[in-house]
């Protein structure tokens, strides 16, 4: 059963598919893969554009990912729709093909040989996503993976599948060839007899999650890429642009009612600055509009809201546990605090949590929801200290009047990006990887990174074009019968060499 957690609606129920569905969707994926591995890198590129053009103009799609998202239009649309899109054309462009093409290199010591580096497709990947977000974290996904010419297999959230059937839907209407991209749906058993017959794994979501699945792709010693979540710093520094941070910290920690993983999770400021930070903070806080999505169909020109509701009903009752634990260690209230009962749906005031502590658990677990906490520090060597004590390490941001020393320390953060004087911005510069350190997993998104890890490479040593004519020659001298003139040699070589 899927719900709109922003009325509390029923919106429709979706099948559970069984064991012997995920094999069956599995085999089909392996009987069609190698048809699609050998179209050229342009042929699948374009069937690719051709799906993100039609998503374009499809209104059903980004209305059924409102509804099951509980998130503003601006949000589906501006943020989702859009990263989609332009992470399809960077990776079907000229960045993806110069990525996958055949590598020559030219050793050293063998001068009469090169070395063809070869990318080729793993077979059938199993994706599977979050809930926050519908599209981005799910389909998105999967862009990379069939582009090197594997078949995909998506298992959405059981919270969220109904945009991931409306990609699947739009795929089929569009004569894409139909088993190359499926999607099967139900809960962490699903995904669990998925892990066990895909040749590789991309999985966000939860930590527990993502160990188990860790585990299962080592006993059956596949790939697997995982990005688990984080606890991301601000690190703003008594000469920061204030009002501009402020903004950043409150866009940061709301953005989809705190539901991002690389969203802000605490906030380290400078004692000099940091009462006015507060206050700007709360000021901010005070703007926010907060509702449920308007009907579908209506115009969605129109932006009315700013935070939505809470697509996760279990992050509602860990929000209040972290706030509850926040103000018994001291922390204090500046907005919010709890549910929003006059709204329809599960809606939590964005809340702010000043005088936060590190002993507090909400400045140490992630909370993936609508509170923020703030912490004075006495200097920038304590926050990037407390910043790096963590068993996470996804993203962060550092904050200063002076870039030079920002990017020294963004370099000494113990993550996987930083951004200097900015927030969230890094998951759409597609052209750089994205992954965690620590706890946050392995792996990468984005960049040629993200797109060669979904290859099995393969080298291939061959005589070069003209040098290779003295290859013979080199072969009797190296091999049976060794002989003492030849180890001289490279005593000779390797002294003066190295």
């Known amino acids: 059963?899927?719900?709109?957690?922003?009325?509390?609606?029923?919106?429709?129920?979706?099948?559970?598919?069984?064991?012997?569905?995920?094999?069956?969707?599995?085999?089909?994926?392996?009987?069609?893969?190698?048809?699609?591995?050998?179209?050229?890198?342009?042929d699948r590129g374009r069937a690719l554009r051709r799906l993100t053009h039609r998503m374009l103009s499809d209104a059903e799609l980004l209305d059924s990912l409102v509804a099951e998202s509980g998130k503003p239009h601006y949000e589906a649309e501006a943020m989702e729709l859009f990263y989609t899109c332009e992470l399809t054309r960077y990776y079907t462009g000229r960045a993806g093909r110069r990525a996958l093409r055949d590598d020559v290199r030219h050793p050293l010591v063998f001068a009469n040989k090169r070395a063809r580096v070869i990318y080729h497709p793993r077979g059938v990947v199993g994706v599977i996503g979050p809930w926050n977000w519908p599209l981005l974290n799910n389909f998105a996904d999967c862009v990379a993976p069939l582009v090197c010419g594997n078949a995909v297999v998506l298992k959405p959230s059981e919270w969220t599948p109904l945009t991931s059937l409306r990609v699947q839907a739009l795929w089929r209407e569009l004569g894409l060839p139909e088993d190359v991209f499926q999607v099967v749906t139900g809960k962490g058993d699903v995904g669990s007899e998925l892990c066990q017959q895909v040749d590789?794994?991309?999985?966000?979501?939860?930590?527990?999650?993502?160990?188990?699945?860790?585990?299962d792709a080592g006993?059956?010693?596949?790939?697997?890429?995982?990005?688990?979540?984080?606890?991301?710093?601000?690190?703003?520094?008594?000469?920061?642009?204030?009002?501009?941070?402020?903004?950043?910290?409150?866009?940061?920690?709301?953005?989809?009612?705190?539901?991002?993983?690389?969203?802000?999770?605490?906030?380290?400021?400078?004692?000099?600055?940091?009462?006015?930070?507060?206050?700007?903070?709360?000021?901010?806080?005070?703007?926010?509009r907060q509702g449920p999505a308007p009907a579908p169909h209506g115009d969605r020109s129109d932006v009315d809201f700013d935070v939505g509701a809470m697509t996760f009903a279990p992050q509602v009752e860990n929000a209040r546990a972290q706030i509850a634990d926040a103000v018994a260690k001291g922390?204090?209230?500046?907005?919010?605090?709890?549910?929003?009962?006059?709204?329809?749906?599960?809606?939590?005031?964005?809340?702010?949590?000043?005088?936060?502590?590190?002993?507090?658990?909400?400045?140490?677990?992630?909370?993936?929801?609508?509170?923020?906490?703030?912490?004075?520090?006495?200097?920038?060597?304590?926050?990037?200290?407390?910043?790096?004590?963590?068993?996470?390490?996804?993203?962060?941001?550092?904050?200063?009047?002076?870039?030079?020393?920002?990017?020294?320390?963004?370099?000494?953060?113990?993550s996987g990006s930083v951004c200097v004087n900015d927030v969230l911005v890094n998951y759409f510069c597609v052209e750089a990887p994205l992954g965690g350190v620590k706890a946050s997993g392995m792996g990468f998104r984005h960049g040629?990174?993200?797109?060669?890890?979904?290859?099995?490479?393969?080298?291939?040593?061959?005589?070069?074009?003209?040098?290779?004519?003295?290859?013979?020659?080199?072969?009797?001298?190296?091999?049976?019968?060794?002989?003492?003139?030849?180890?001289?040699i490279l005593r000779w070589f390797m002294r003066r060499m190295y």
């Open 200 to 215: 590789m794994i991309f999985f966000t979501g939860s930590q527990k999650v993502g160990r188990q699945i860790a585990r």
């Open 1 to 42: 059963m899927v719900q709109n957690p922003g009325t509390g609606a029923t919106i429709t129920e979706v099948a559970t598919a069984t064991p012997a569905d995920v094999a069956a969707a599995i085999a089909r994926a392996r009987a069609a893969q190698p048809a699609w591995a050998a179209l050229s890198f342009a």
């Open 448 to 488: 040629p990174e993200g797109l060669r890890q979904f290859c099995r490479i393969e080298t291939v040593v061959e005589d070069r074009a003209v040098l290779g004519v003295l290859s013979p020659f080199v072969s009797r001298q190296l091999t049976f019968p060794y002989q003492s003139r030849v180890l001289r």
């Open 331 to 414: 922390g204090r209230v500046i907005a919010g605090g709890s549910s929003r009962t006059d709204l329809p749906g599960r809606f939590f005031a964005p809340t702010l949590i000043a005088d936060a502590t590190p002993e507090m658990a909400v400045m140490r677990e992630e909370t993936f929801g609508p509170v923020l906490p703030i912490m004075r520090v006495p200097d920038a060597e304590t926050a990037l200290r407390l910043a790096n004590d963590s068993t996470m390490g996804l993203s962060g941001s550092v904050w200063s009047g002076d870039q030079a020393r920002a990017r020294a320390i963004a370099r000494r953060l113990e």
């Open 219 to 288: 006993e059956r010693l596949i790939p697997v890429v995982l990005e688990l979540g984080g606890k991301s710093p601000m690190l703003v520094l008594a000469d920061a642009d204030l009002p501009r941070a402020a903004h950043a910290a409150v866009w940061s920690g709301f953005a989809h009612s705190g539901q991002v993983c690389i969203r802000t999770e605490r906030v380290f400021v400078e004692e000099p600055v940091a009462a006015r930070f507060v206050e700007l903070c709360a000021a901010e806080v005070a703007k926010l």
